[in-house]
């Protein structure tokens, strides 16, 4: 099985989200994506392997976001292209597993996909 992290080390819900999965015997590959950002076309198909609208992955209290008046924005393809140019915009962690995905808000909750 093939499991993927999008992992920011600095978060906390990020480093015990990575913590379990070890703990449950996963070695993921470990994306930081604030230093190697997913493309528009990987943003896509993250969110359609959530099963959410993109705007549903994004974290709305980032200065960015407020900078940016993303809050306003009806256009799913300029979210998509604020979160490849702006990867702090992308909720975290997200693990990708089985052709699923699943934001670690809980922690526990990746453990659904695996």
Do not use: F
Not at 27 to 53: Q, R
């Amino acid at each position: 099985m093939s499991v993927k992290i999008l992992h920011n080390p600095r978060c906390s819900k990020s480093r015990q989200t990575l913590a379990l999965l070890v703990e449950k015997g996963v070695t993921p590959e470990i994306v930081e994506y604030l230093k190697a950002a997913p493309s528009m076309a990987e943003i896509k198909d993250i969110a359609a392997k959530l099963g959410v609208a993109p705007r549903e992955m994004m974290r709305k209290g980032e200065a960015v976001y407020k900078e940016m008046g993303l809050k306003d924005v009806d256009d799913d393809q300029a979210l998509i292209q604020a979160m490849a140019d702006n990867p702090i915009l992308i909720e975290r962690p997200i693990v990708l597993a089985n052709g699923k995905a699943k934001i670690g808000r809980p922690p526990e909750s990746v453990l659904e996909i695996l």
